[in-house]
């Protein structure tokens, strides 16, 4: 075959070009927002107003982005940030804003957000529901990676845009006992046999202590087994291993549990490792306490509570007297839920397994109710609202924690003939742009 000469571009047209821009605003994910060439530049870590040098890393047709190199003129709302994992960890995204300019953002991107998807032309005014900007998380999965040929191993979080984990020997937004736990614990698994069979880690504080749970891609030996165990009565934590059945195996402890304070009576919840729990115990308990204040439960009406977990928000609605009804997809959270209420001594509240996305025809709980309360994942709810005509509540919250589709929700309730009344932004993630919020709707 003939070969050809073809000449190689010049290097400099090979390197990304360094420019100077200005950001107008942030998008929805926290990143900076400029012009590039009468495109829209996005620019991570830059603020609205800021001046910098970037590297443009990326040139599409519609849009580019950049790395920013160095603020030049910066926002009276830029903030040194607090952990100096800060731009390595992909963990937070915002801590070079301040926590006030962090919520009025995520006020606006809320705003945003029913703007474009609800198709409501007069929003309430969005109320916040935050609380400590660190040092909030009760739950926290940090993975773990051995090296090989340095006979290293490294535990901590996904580098920013990568695989590659971060090693970390302490974390400002974990509970400062979750926080404390991560040096140590992290020296004690490098000395284990099995160390190639780990995978991630999960920290969990909960009422009843500290929980670590070990992800083991093959059993340990007994040696290592031994030396957990005496790790664990060593930090005074529970220890469980999750093998690759998903099964849990309790090392040392027994079931965790948290607690409500807020309602007429004192709740436990039991849960489970995998089960889901809210990280943000603070926010996660304000949020209960506005539900019931919108839900304004009275003793003998019925209040449905789909997709209810393992009763976050059922066990204190059944707790003012209200008769709930709760329906979950996963079978072992039902049957957790229904646990949490025996043990409550809740006898007013009753669960159902059931495919909230699914066909519900002939579902025994799907009949008129007072009130409603729904929880789903980040798919939202638009299948289920179809089953709405069936219900006929008065009211219903809907939490989200995806903003995007309970604004798109909507437009299915203001057709049945619902207005929104309260809107709520949740800031369950501070430091992050990460952004939840809960709606009052009530039939016209």
């Avoid at 100096?84 to 960890?89: A, D, E, M, R, V």
């Amino acid at each position: 075959m003939a070969q050809f000469f073809k000449a190689k571009p010049k290097t400099s047209a090979l390197m990304p070009k360094k420019i100077q821009v200005t950001a107008s605003t942030l998008d929805h994910l926290g990143a900076g927002v400029a012009q590039l060439d009468g495109k829209v530049l996005f620019v991570p870590g830059l603020l609205a107003g800021e001046v910098a040098e970037v590297k443009v890393t990326e040139d599409k047709k519609q849009y580019a982005r950049a790395q920013l190199i160095k603020v030049q003129q910066a926002s009276e709302q830029r903030c040194q940030p607090l952990c100096h994992y800060y731009g390595s960890c992909g963990g937070c995204d915002l801590q070079h804003l301040q926590i006030e300019a962090q919520r009025r953002y995520k006020q606006q991107v809320l705003t945003e957000l029913f703007e474009k998807f609800s198709g409501i032309d007069v929003l309430p005014e969005i109320e916040v529901l935050s609380g400590e900007p660190v040092a909030y998380r009760r739950k926290a999965r940090l993975a773990t990676w051995f090296d090989k040929t340095s006979k290293r191993f490294f535990m901590g979080f996904r580098a920013r845009e990568s695989s590659k984990v971060v090693a970390v020997n302490e974390c400002p937004v974990l509970a400062p006992a979750l926080s404390a736990l991560i040096k140590p614990l992290a020296s004690s698994l490098a000395q284990l046999q099995g160390i190639t069979s780990l995978g991630h880690v999960e920290l969990i504080a909960a009422d009843s202590g500290i929980l670590v749970v070990l992800r083991v891609t093959k059993p340990l030996s007994d040696k290592d087994r031994q030396r957990l165990l005496a790790l664990a009565q060593k930090l005074d934590c529970q220890l469980v291993l999750q093998g690759e059945d998903g099964a849990y195996d309790y090392l040392h402890g027994a079931q965790p549990f948290y607690r409500f304070t807020l309602a007429s009576q004192p709740l436990t919840l039991h849960f489970n490792p995998g089960n889901f729990i809210q990280v943000n115990g603070g926010v996660n308990q304000l949020m209960i306490a506005k539900a019931l204040e919108w839900l304004a439960p009275k003793t003998g009406e019925h209040i449905l509570d789909l997709f209810c977990g393992m009763g976050n928000f059922s066990l204190p609605i059944a707790a003012t007297g209200a008769k709930v009804t709760g329906v979950e997809g996963v079978s072992s959270l039902v049957e957790q839920a229904q646990t949490n209420a025996i043990a409550a001594g809740l006898s007013n509240a009753e669960f159902y397994c059931a495919d909230l996305n699914g066909d519900l025809r002939g579902q025994p709980w799907l009949t008129q109710v007072d009130k409603l309360l729904l929880d789903p994942s980040r798919a939202g709810a638009w299948e289920l609202l179809a089953c709405l005509p069936k219900l006929q509540p008065a009211s219903l919250v809907y939490v989200s924690c995806n903003p995007a589709n309970l604004a798109r929700d909507s437009v299915r309730l203001v057709e049945q003939g619902y207005q929104l009344d309260k809107l709520v932004l949740l800031d369950m993630f501070p430091q992050t742009h990460h952004i939840e919020a809960m709606a009052l709707f009530s039939h016209k």
